[in-house]
């Protein structure tokens, strides 16, 4: 839409922002270092929460895998609000200190249970109703808080530049997701390992200091960042537009003449899907950059739902793919073992290297093929999702089979192709997502919109625990539970990463189907 380009912008004092003094690539920077830090926070105890779980908290493997997914699927599913929030109501700056100041509540609290024995459970007992409250509120206020600062960074960092130069907003996005991966690097190569060796009391702390630490880093940026008013509840007016479509859809012939001469011709042109939306302007209340927008949002549903399986497979890294490594054999060299979750490391610094090369050689093709270029991008994630599952069964099988026939513990490397392409998956996916959505969207949505990205993870770690449970009931009634007790030799893992390949590769041609009949803005 044409009013894109010329919002106004406002520094913190609510004057029109200067360009040159507000904005730019050093403020859109800061939003880069500051999810880096926090994705160093959420990453590290998220991929090691399952182990806490279950050392200290003494949980059972699937409980303990269904509590990570459903922390991490919380999360992303805040993210929704979070955008909700800040197109609607607060600045950026606003809700930032609001949500930040909500996981540093959490991280504290868990801190400080991990420091006192009396609010742990003794040996071979779960938690009382008391210690379980403390951990359940110290694990959402962070997962609450966690979920407002993802939803805003991505869009405060891109309103930081020119939107009339979509070819910088797009190296933008791709080195937001080159921090992400600094900050996992970071988080299993440096904080995992202290908590293996000292301990869960000092993992959170320093979690606590590196919140804190971005927390002023942001307060610092203040006089330079330039922000945009809130409009309003976004959803009021999509939800007035749909209301009024359907009150209007059996209007007369006479009325449709009128509606069209209420279409600006750039709008009714560019247009051909969902133009049942068009009769919401018979009420004279409703303008068309209301339906527009409207049109357009629900024209991202279809690509935000057709990744949540991708995500599913992707929760795997975090619960089950886990426990294995814990009961593989973690020796590289002489008596060092390898901390499970520092396995993503290495995927991990193979997208870092890429996505230089990647930004390169994107410049000399995206301008012409963009946002199709996008779709095509996250398309191939999810193509690799399924050949990652397929992969991850087959070393399952055959860690299984060497375990309990052989009594004999196969290389936790064995798990790095898996790690390797789901990781590949998700930069494709996750990365062409945030950017897709950022241009696509509404002007006035920006943040929800991009906040689809992270809630198709949260729908897909949901979605794990969901068909966790759905499995050991159906596969219970036929007689045993594939992913049921404490040992994973008597489980058949195998046969559930089957599940998920199936249901990725049906998403995938679902996924097919609807770019296919997507109208780019």
């Not at 806490?52 to 303990?64: G, I, L």
Request: charged content about 15%; proline content about 4%.
């Amino acid at each position: 839409m044409q009013n894109e380009i010329e919002e106004r912008f406002e520094d913190w004092k609510g004057r029109q922002a200067i360009p040159g003094k507000h904005g730019g690539i050093g403020p859109a920077s800061i939003a880069c270092v500051l999810e880096m830090m926090e994705n160093i926070v959420y990453v590290a105890n998220g991929f090691n929460f399952v182990k806490y779980f279950m050392s200290s908290m003494h949980y059972s493997p699937a409980t303990a895998a269904n509590m990570v997914t459903n922390f991490m699927g919380t999360t992303f599913l805040f993210t929704l609000l979070g955008g909700f929030i800040v197109d609607s109501f607060l600045t950026h700056f606003t809700t930032f200190i609001i949500f930040c100041c909500l996981e540093l509540m959490g991280l504290i609290l868990l801190t400080f249970q991990s420091y006192n024995p009396k609010l742990q459970p003794e040996s071979d007992k779960t938690p009382s109703t008391l210690q379980a409250t403390i951990l359940f509120t110290g694990l959402y206020a962070m997962a609450f808080g966690a979920g407002g600062i993802k939803a805003l960074l991505p869009t405060h960092g891109g309103d930081q530049l020119d939107r009339r130069n979509p070819r910088l907003v797009s190296r933008f996005f791709n080195w937001f997701y080159f921090f992400i991966c600094c900050g996992s690097i970071l988080a299993v190569t440096i904080v995992v390992p202290i908590e293996e060796s000292k301990g869960w009391f000092w993992s959170f702390t320093i979690s606590v200091g590196i919140l804190a630490l971005a927390l002023c880093i942001f307060m610092l940026g203040l006089p330079f960042y330039r922000f945009k008013s809130p409009t309003g509840s976004s959803l009021t007016r999509i939800t007035k537009v749909i209301v009024s479509a359907a009150r209007n859809r059996n209007k007369s012939d006479l009325d449709e003449e009128l509606m069209q001469r209420l279409i600006p011709t750039d709008e009714g042109s560019s247009h051909t899907k969902l133009k049942c939306l068009d009769k919401a302007m018979l009420n004279k209340n409703i303008s068309a950059i209301e339906v527009a927008e409207t049109r357009t949002f629900l024209g991202l549903l279809p690509i935000f739902f057709s990744t949540i399986p991708m995500n599913c497979c992707l929760a795997q890294l975090s619960t089950f793919s886990v426990q294995q490594g814990m009961i593989m054999n973690r020796k590289l060299f002489g008596s060092f073992e390898i901390p499970v979750p520092s396995l993503v490391t290495i995927p991990l610094i193979l997208m870092m290297l890429s996505i230089p090369f990647y930004d390169y050689f994107g410049k000399r093709i995206s301008s012409f093929i963009s946002p199709s270029f996008n779709l095509k991008r996250i398309g191939l994630g999810l193509a690799l999702s399924s050949l990652a599952m397929v992969i991850a069964a087959i070393v399952e099988t055959m860690r299984k089979h060497k375990a309990v026939h052989n009594d004999f513990k196969i290389s936790v490397l064995w798990l790095m192709c898996q790690y390797l392409m789901l990781t590949v998956a998700d930069m494709l996916t996750f990365g062409g997502m945030l950017d897709f959505f950022y241009r696509e969207a509404p002007s006035n949505m920006k943040s929800m919109s991009t906040a689809l990205g992270w809630c198709s993870i949260s729908f897909g770690f949901f979605l794990s625990s969901a068909l966790v449970e759905v499995t050991n009931t159906i596969t219970g009634w036929l007689g045993h539970q594939w992913l049921g007790g404490e040992d994973l030799n008597e489980t058949r893992l195998e046969l559930f990463y089957v599940v998920l390949f199936v249901l990725n590769t049906l998403s995938l041609l679902n996924y097919i189907f609807w770019t296919k009949r997507y109208e780019a803005k």
